[in-house]
């Protein structure tokens, strides 16, 4: 399993689970909506002693989103320390989802081997597709005819599931051991690839925005697909 980041850690905790990675977006520009209702601060029951998430408003050539701010007890120093990610509302038929990103990440001090090769088509690096750290991938573009390999820096998309009763606020999300799992026993139809060996896999879904549109609508009120969640939040008094 992933190491657990802050926005789970913290407010989103209690399960041990993070959601599964997405490689593109889960909207479009037609897609999106803005609720300022979700505007403000976000607690547990702990009250936020343990952790807050806000809401605020940010505004990109007029395509309205939201920072997501974590703030989170730091058992280390006895502090507290604040995360950012950049969230898009995604409205699918009558769902309203969260498709977060991570603002910053952190890289993995790791070495790779790269296969390098030359043939007809241009020049090919295997695999084509890395992960870089917690919260990013970096991504070969193969077969050019000048030989040339481009290379894509990409950062992971979450999709949660969100749901609201009255003044609550609860996130549903696909953890995502039980995502690679099921990617290997091939009961999920969704283009993914499983990257690692032993027991140190990773599972990072590959669909495009499209395909994984349709499977996250036809999946939404399913709870053994959105198998994990945070309590029910409400807004900090």
Excluded at 129 to 154: C, I, T
Excluded at 173 to 182: C, G, I, L, P, T
Aim: aromatic share 8%.
């Amino acid at each position: 399993m992933k190491k657990f980041l802050p926005l789970l850690a913290g407010l989103l905790l209690l399960t041990g689970c993070v959601p599964v990675d997405s490689l593109n977006p889960l909207y479009t520009d037609k897609d999106l909506a803005f609720d300022e209702s979700l505007l403000g601060s976000w607690v547990g029951p702990d009250n936020g002693d343990d952790g807050v998430l806000q809401f605020i408003a940010r505004d990109e050539d007029g395509k309205k989103s939201y920072s997501l701010v974590m703030t989170e007890k730091d058992k280390d120093s006895n502090g507290y320390k604040r995360t950012v990610y950049h969230a898009h509302l995604v409205k699918l038929n009558e769902h309203m989802f969260l498709d977060v990103v991570p603002e910053t990440f952190d890289s993995r001090p790791n070495s790779y081997s790269l296969r390098v090769k030359y043939g007809k088509s241009g020049g090919t690096i295997e695999p084509a597709l890395l992960k870089l750290g917690e919260a990013a991938y970096l991504e070969f573009q193969n077969g050019a005819p000048d030989g040339k390999v481009a290379a894509h820096l990409r950062r992971e998309h979450w999709i949660t599931n969100l749901a609201r009763k009255d003044n609550k606020l609860q996130l549903n999300w696909v953890d995502d051991d039980y995502f690679r799992k099921a990617v290997q026993a091939g009961t999920v139809k969704l283009p993914s690839v499983i990257l690692g060996e032993g027991k140190n896999k990773d599972v990072v879904i590959t669909a495009s925005t499209q395909e994984l549109q349709k499977f996250v609508a036809e999946h939404a009120d399913d709870k053994t697909f959105f198998n994990s969640k945070t309590e029910e939040l409400h807004r900090k008094e």
